[in-house]
C-alpha cells in the first residue's frame, strides 16, 4: 500500500432529500386538514382496487378503483385517477375522479380536473378549465336539494 492509499479519505455525499409535493398543498397545509391522520399516498404508476375504510387522507397520484368510506380528505393529483365511491368531508380534485362523490363540506376542482358522474357537495370551487358532468346536487344546510344535470360545467371563481 502506498502513502497516497492509506492517507486518502473517501468521500460518500450524502443524496439531496426533498419533502414530496402533492397537488397544490404543502405539506403543512396537508396536515391542518388532517392533523395525525391515518394517511394513504398512491403513487404514479401504482393501481389500487378494493374497499378503504380506516383511511381518512387519501392523496392520489396513481389509479385507484375502490369505495372509499367516511375521510376526511381525498386530494387526486394531476395525472391521478379515482373511480368508484367516495363519502368524504374535503376534496381537492386535479385529476379525474369518475363514480359517486359525495363531500360533506368543501369541494375544489382544479384547473385540468375532472368529475364525472354523481356529486353531492357542501360548498364547490371549481377554477376556470375545471369540468363537472353528471348528476350535481348540493347539500345546503335549511335548503331543499336542487337536482341539476349538465353535460359539462366549465366554471372560474
Known amino acids: 500500500m502506498s502513502d497516497s492509499e492509506s492517507s ?3 468521500f460518500h455525499p450524502e443524496p439531496v432529500r426533498r419533502a414530496p409535493q ?17 394517511k394513504l399516498i398512491v403513487g404514479k404508476e401504482i393501481n389500487l382496487n378494493g374497499e378503504i375504510t380506516a383511511c381518512e387522507q387519501l392523496i392520489v397520484e396513481g389509479t385507484v378503483d375502490a369505495t372509499l368510506t367516511r375521510g376526511k380528505y ?21 385529476g379525474l375522479f369518475e363514480g359517486q362523490l359525495k363531500v ?3 369541494l375544489v376542482i382544479r384547473a385540468g380536473g375532472r ?6 357537495y357542501g360548498e364547490i370551487q371549481i377554477e376556470c378549465g375545471g369540468e363537472v358532468s353528471g ?16 353535460p359539462s360545467v366549465d366554471a372560474a371563481e
Open 8 to 10: 486518502s479519505t473517501h
Open 22 to 38: 402533492f397537488g397544490s398543498l404543502t405539506p403543512e397545509e396537508r396536515a391542518e386538514r388532517a392533523p395525525d391522520s391515518k
Open 74 to 94: 381525498v386530494e387526486i393529483s394531476k395525472g391521478g385517477v379515482f373511480k368508484g365511491t367516495a363519502d368524504v368531508d374535503q376534496a381537492e380534485i386535479s
Open 104 to 106: 360533506r363540506q368543501r
Open 115 to 120: 368529475v364525472i358522474g354523481d356529486l353531492e
Open 135 to 150: 348528476t350535481v346536487r348540493s347539500r345546503q344546510e335549511g335548503e331543499a336539494e336542487s337536482n341539476l344535470t349538465t
